[in-house]
């Protein structure tokens, strides 16, 4: 098994979680950035022609897990871990889209950020594909927007 | 920083790396499972509502990194790692989406494994949405494709 080890930091407009959009509808258009380690700022070549990037995060305030969560997006109801993304997991790590807005040496400048000023960055991957959306299933989230927009009208 | 544990093993069609598609115009329809540890069993509820499903698994055969890499897409040049998604990573995290397509217990069958069998998984997590294809730049990948495109004419 490998050992993490931190190669950016997040800066973003967030510094309590409270702040950050959450639940059904939540839109992410903060913009903030993305800030390597000097070191590994080879490694950034050529990523300005990306128009999306995968960023995978570290959940560094999650302290344990638990199996079975209660999203916001859904109160009351409970779902696996695995069909949520819930910080408490086996393996505190997250995954958030982000659109690059450029580059400054060392530094993504990204819109889309959802994590908190000064979360470590464990990898970022160019975004190449997507699933088209009229064939996504999204389960309980789909449920929990149907009820919403039910109780609503 | 957490230290990374194994909650689940790919099945896979794949012995080998050599025989999992790669490159441009790769196709990964390849049917296999994501078998989870019996604790984990409970951290599956309600799955099975959700089409796709992010994957993070581990590269478990590489044993270091470059900051510069030069993908089979694109012989020849150089890209930064973070550009591309060759497994030689500082973390050496890996993802991919794949299409579920049903859970028997604590394994769900799916379509799309681009992983050696015996793969070990870090997480998985719903895939909720999809960035619109036309607004996505996939760089250094067009282009490979472009010129691709152009020498077969």
Do not use: C
């Amino acid at each position: 098994m490998f050992t993490p080890q931190t190669i950016a930091y997040i800066r973003s407009p967030f510094n309590e979680t409270s702040k950050i959009p959450k639940g059904l509808g939540a839109e992410h258009k903060a913009e903030g950035a993305i800030e390597f380690l000097r070191e590994f700022e080879p490694g950034l070549k050529d990523i300005e022609g990306f128009s999306h990037l995968y960023v995978l995060w570290i959940f560094d305030r999650a302290t344990d897990y638990d199996l079975v969560a209660t999203p916001p997006a859904d109160e009351g109801r409970p779902h696996g871990v695995f069909a949520t993304r819930s910080p408490r997991r086996p393996n505190p790590i997250a995954l958030t889209v982000v659109e690059l807005l450029g580059r400054d040496g060392a530094t993504l400048r990204v819109r889309g950020v959802d994590m908190l000023d000064g979360t470590p960055v464990l990898d970022v991957k160019p975004y190449l594909s997507s699933i088209p959306i009229e064939t996504l299933k999204r389960g309980w989230l789909e449920e929990a927007e149907e009820r919403k927009t039910a109780s609503s009208k």
